[in-house]
Structure formats: structure tokens, C-alpha cells
């Protein structure tokens, strides 16, 4: 809506200013264009606002030119312009920041059974929350329900053909980037219509400041230079470490971490793979996978039995 005066109101001369034909010329008189009294000034509006000009154009009231009416007309667009940007910023904090969305809650309906997993445990230095239902569904209705969850609550969502998919079982994960806590769920199916659902929380922002916290800590024990794939978990007070090696071998193994414990002050148990300091105990396991060798290590108190 534009507010320029109208062009009307210079073309509209009264008739007497015309001299009839022949009559004396008029005195000259400089022209002024007349400029209405009631006309308010426009706007100034706030650049690079798109939504609210758009708000503005849309709800303007009416000019009305009756003389004493611009104030109210301007008091009047200063309150649209008021709505229009608290609208625009109501998701914004004072000091520019963005309000939070709130916390991430799971939506699955049929559910026949919950299975508690008490406890917060780690893996790879992110701690795990989780949490298993079986629900009466099959797997397309539950990856709708979950996906149409995750949309719902704002989560970013990977294409879920682009997802990993490292398990047998299927898995769909979103993301809370306001938390930094991703939210998987694991579907396994069964026949007769029912579905386990793992559902598992990894609060990413919290290991990325335990990590700072622990850099110096590092890990229970040492693993051999040749180590690859190396993993740490921790779960109600067991730690643990896996590696595999493709240089060692078993003995070889052995040999050297009775040796590398000795000098974290443990000392071989009765059984084999054992290892106590006080009332710690490590415990080394071995197999072979594909052509490699892969340890384990467990960390836990000592239970007594040697």
C-alpha cells in the first residue's frame, strides 16, 4: 500500500483560474502545489524485514483524512508494527539468542510391554541411555511413527536410506541440535505382529565436555602399538577395552601385558588372564575374527574370587 499523496489533488484546479477568451490576463502567481494538510508521514520501516513488511502490507489500517486524524492512523500502524515484530522474535531470546526447543520425549502407541534398562552406560565416551518397549505393530508403521516423531519435535532427520545401518535390525536416529543428544531406536521384528524397540539416547554435547575433562586420564590400561580399532565402554562401574591386532599373537599377546600390568603395579591371579591390584581386578580375553586377533580388556572390582 502506498502513502504518496494522491495525484489527484494536482489536477484538480477550480475552474474560476481559467479566463474566459479575451478576457485581461491575470496577475502572474508562482505556482505551490498544494500538499493535503492530513496526510501522515510514511512509515519507516525496519530494512531486510521481509515478514514484516509483508504484515504491514496486509493489515495497514485505513487513512482517514478527516483533519485531526494522523495521530491515531500512526499510533494505530505503530501497534501492527509492534505485533508484527514480536512475532517475528518471539522464538528469540533478549540478548539474540534462540529459545530451546523443548526436550525430545518418544511416541510409540501399542505398546504391550516396557523393558527397563536402568543406568547410564558409555560407549566410546558417550554416555547411553536406554530403554526397550515391545509394541503391536509392524516395521513400516513403526519407522512411520518414529519418523513422524522426530519431524513433529523438530529433530533433524538424515534420509533414512543414507542412515548406517551397522545392525541386522533396523535403526533411525535424529538429532537434537539444540542438546547435542541423538536419539536412536533399534526395530526388530517378530512374527504375529510385534516389534522390540531399543531405544537408546547418546548425549553427544556431555561427552564432548567429559572428554576435555578426562584428556589427561586416558584409558585403565595400555594397548599394544599395533592396535587398531580401538574401543572403550563403561557400564555400572565395569570398564572395558577392545582392540584387534593383526601383529600379535596370542601368546605374544599374554607375554605382554603381564609385563605392561606388572608396571601399573598388578599381579597375575590364580586364574589365567587375571590380573589384581587391591581390590581392582583386570581380566584379558582373546579370540580370533577374520584373520585378526582381538582383545578385550575388563575393569571391575575384585569379587572374591581370583
Known sequence: MSLRAPLFALLALPLSSVAPVGAPAAPYTPYTPATPATSPPAPVGKP???????????????????????????????????????????????????????????????????????????????????????????????????????????????PIDQQPQITAEMAVTGLDSDRFISYTAIIRCERGGYCTVVLGEANIGLAAAMKQMNKAKGMFAPVPSSARNVTTSSAEGIESISFSTTELSEADLKKWYATELSKLGFQPAKKEGRFRRGSDMIQLSTRRHEGELVGLLVRRAFDGEE
Open 48 to 158: 531486510g524485514r521481509g515478514p514484516i513488511t509483508s504484515t504491514l502490507d496486509t493489515t495497514m489500517p485505513a487513512f482517514k483524512p478527516d483533519g485531526g486524524a494522523a495521530d491515531d492512523w500512526q499510533a494505530e500502524l505503530d501497534a501492527i508494527e509492534k505485533k508484527a515484530w514480536d512475532d517475528a522474535l518471539k522464538d528469540f531470546l533478549p540478548d539474540g539468542g534462540r529459545a530451546m526447543m523443548p526436550p525430545f520425549r518418544w511416541e510409540l502407541k501399542n505398546v504391550v510391554e516396557n523393558i527397563e534398562m536402568p543406568g547410564i552406560q558409555e560407549s566410546q565416551g558417550i554416555p547411553v541411555k536406554l530403554h526397550a518397549v515391545r509394541v503391536k505393530n509392524n516395521l513400516r508403521g513403526v519407522l512411520e511413527e518414529i519418523v513422524g516423531s522426530f519431524e513433529k519435535q523438530n529433530l533433524f532427520i538424515q
